[in-house]
């Protein structure tokens, strides 16, 4: 994860709903938001939650759940969040495997502690990887060396 909101050299500033295409996905961050529910949960008036919707489309030619490390915060004082929970927005479950060219929206989701204060812009990191024919360990072709390609900030909206 970066350590601070500004772009890193050699990559893209995407607005938000702008889509980039980052090796295996193509990726277009849509908005976020904080809720009082969890979207898998009953509600809690005890918690809250980051939801952020990303849509991603697999562009390799099988389905795949390599998605979940594409899109990280990329705000030092939200660190501490950890990774999220995904969510299928199609259906609001938990997703397996997105397929070849099939545009869905993944919900990304993070449990708010108490004490953490959300900026009015939340600034997100998009990775992508780079295809080797054949990797240097034992000679299978695959996607490696995750680095940035894009950054985006999507404004915060309240429940």
Same mark, same amino acid.
């Given at each position: &994860? =970066?350590? %601070? $909101?500004?772009?890193?050299?050699?990559?893209?500033? +995407?607005?938000?709903?702008?889509?980039?295409?980052? #090796?295996?996905?193509?990726?277009?961050?849509?908005?976020?938001?904080?809720?009082?529910?969890?979207?898998?949960?009953?509600?809690?008036?005890?918690?809250?939650?980051?939801?952020?919707?990303?849509?991603?489309?697999?562009? &390799? =030619?099988? %389905? $795949?759940?390599?998605?979940?490390?594409?899109?990280? +915060?990329?705000?030092?004082?939200?660190?501490?969040? #950890?990774?999220?929970?995904?969510?299928?927005?199609?259906?609001?479950?938990?997703?397996?495997?997105?397929?070849?060219?099939?545009?869905?929206?993944?919900?990304?989701?993070?449990?708010?502690?108490?004490?953490?204060?959300?900026?009015?812009?939340?600034?997100?990191?998009?990775?992508?990887?780079?295809?080797?024919?054949?990797?240097?360990?034992?000679?299978?072709?695959?996607?490696?060396?995750?680095?940035?390609?894009?950054?985006?900030?999507?404004?915060?909206?309240?429940?």
């Amino acid at each position: &994860m =970066q350590t %601070s $909101s500004a772009a890193a050299p050699g990559t893209s500033s +995407l607005t938000p709903g702008a889509a980039i295409d980052a #090796g295996q996905w193509r990726v277009k961050p849509l908005r976020a938001r904080i809720s009082t529910e969890h979207p898998l949960r009953r509600a809690s008036t005890r918690n809250s939650y980051l939801l952020v919707d990303v849509e991603f489309t697999n562009l &390799m =030619q099988r %389905s $795949s759940r390599d998605f979940a490390f594409v899109v990280t +915060l990329d705000q030092p004082e939200l660190a501490r969040l #950890g990774e999220p929970s995904i969510v299928l927005v199609r259906d609001m479950a938990l997703p397996d495997r997105l397929h070849p060219r099939m545009p869905e929206t993944l919900m990304l989701v993070w449990q708010l502690p108490t004490d953490v204060t959300l900026p009015p812009e939340l600034h997100l990191s998009i990775l992508g990887k780079t295809f080797k024919a054949a990797d240097n360990l034992v000679g299978s072709p695959g996607w490696f060396n995750p680095a940035p390609v894009a950054h985006v900030a999507l404004s915060l909206s309240a429940p």
